[in-house]
Structure formats: C-alpha cells, structure tokens
T-cell receptor, first 113, second 117 residues
Framework: GENVEQHPSTLSVQEGDSAVIKCTYS??????FPWYKQELGKRPQLIID?????GEKKDQRIAVTLNKTAKHFSLHITETQPEDSAVYFC????????????FGAGTQVVVTP | GAVVSQHPSWVICKSGTSVKIECRSL??????MFWYRQFPKQSLMLMAT?????????EQGVEKDKFLINHASLTLSTLTVTSAHPEDSSFYIC?????????????FGEGSRLTVL
C-alpha cells in the first residue's frame, strides 16, 4: 500500500521567514495530494491540494509543488505569521479509492515573533 | 457548504462499557465515510471505510468486532467502541466525501475525544 513520509517532524521559524515541509510517497498511482493544518484538539483543515497533472499551485502565502518522477511534494509557506503555528500533514490518495488518505507523520511548525 | 458534524466531542466512560460516536454530513450526501484514530502528537491512522448500505472495510490490524461501524443512511455513520478499555482512549475523527464530487477532497468532523477509565 501507499507509504507517505514527511520531514521535518518539527520546524521553528522566525516570523516573516519561509517554511518548507517535504513529503515523499511510494505508490505511483497516487494522484491527489492534499495538505492539512491541524491546531491542537481541532479537526484537520484543508489548506491546499494538488493533483498529479499539475506541477505547482499557489494560494496567497501558501504553495505546493509536485515532482511525479521523484514522487515527492512540498509545502511552502512564505512570510510566516504566528497564526501559522500548527501541525501540518501531507497526504496522498488515488482515484480508485477517493477519500482513502494516507497521511504523513506531521510537522509541528512554530513561528516565533 | 460541506460540513461534517461529529458527536459527542468528548466522552468519558468506564472500562467495559460501549460508546457510540456519530458522524453526520449536514449539507451533502456521502456514500463513503472514513474513520480515523489519532493518538497524541501522532498522525491520523485510517481505521475503516464506512460504506452506505454495506459492510465497512477495515484496515489491517483493526478489530471489526471491537469497532463496529454502521452507515445506515447517506448522511450518517456511527462508530461504536465495544467493551472499551483504557488503551482505546484516543481522538477519533470521521471524514466524508461528497457523493456528487469526483475530486478526492475530504471534509472532517470535529473529532471525538474518548477517555476510558
């Protein structure tokens, strides 16, 4: 089955700097890659997603890149703010089993003022 | 749109009792719902796929007799933790995929924190 690895496990950045989180996946059939933000005790919130027919997607300060050949995708947060502090999860799924997400281990992001 | 509601948000029970958690899609129909379990500071682990009108599909290592899933309608799935023990204490989160969207996007419930004494 699919295996998603996520790095780093923790990331501390100064406010205003950029944060990058990287994930790799094992199943070449995976074609949907969402990123979720989860605050303590809350539900995961989708922040951005990308499909395998696209190499990059951007939404204001957040961007995701996908390299299908290398089977890795990354989340980029620019101009970080304290409210960006949370746990971020990458995930992967394939159309044959839509919704069956395999999550990465998560990255605890701490943005210090 | 696309709101998923989960109830209760937290529950404390005695060892040996059973606890039912409900997951409802409020403004869409969901043929398929998913149940995840999350331990503190860990990732979400898929427990089972809940299929409306048929049996749930359990992931390897998840006891189907321990975690009973019922998906009786297109808007409701329930997870019952039977004969709960302290090791069942966890954060349980459901998610749902709108039947009329072929996008893969999932919507999560608020989660239910179970504490077994």
């Amino acid at each position: 089955g699919e295996n998603v690895e996520q790095h780093p496990s923790t990331l501390s950045v100064q406010e205003g700097d950029s944060a990058v989180i990287k994930c790799t996946y094992s199943d070449s059939a995976s074609n949907y890659f969402p990123w979720y933000k989860q605050e303590l005790g809350k539900r995961p919130q989708l922040i951005i997603d990308i499909r395998s027919n696209v190499g990059e997607k951007k939404d204001q300060r957040i961007a995701v890149t996908l390299n299908k050949t290398a089977k890795h995708f990354s989340l980029h947060i620019t101009e970080t703010q304290p409210e960006d502090s949370a746990v971020y999860f990458c995930a992967a799924s394939k159309q044959s089993s839509w919704g069956k997400l395999q999550f990465g281990a998560g990255t605890q992001v701490v943005v210090t003022p | 749109g696309a709101v998923v509601s989960q109830h209760p948000s937290w529950v404390i029970c005695k060892s040996g009792t059973s606890v039912k958690i409900e997951c409802r899609s409020l403004d869409f129909q969901a043929t398929t719902m998913f149940w995840y379990r999350q331990f503190p500071k860990q990732s979400l682990m898929l427990m089972a796929t809940s299929n409306e009108g048929s049996k749930a599909t359990y992931e390897q290592g998840v006891e189907k007799d321990k975690f009973l899933i019922n998906h009786a309608s297109l808007t409701l799935s329930t997870l019952t933790v039977t004969s709960a023990h302290p090791e069942d204490s966890s954060f349980y989160i459901c998610s749902a995929r709108p039947t009329d969207r072929d996008t893969g996007e999932l919507f999560f419930g608020e989660g239910s924190r179970l504490t077994v004494l």
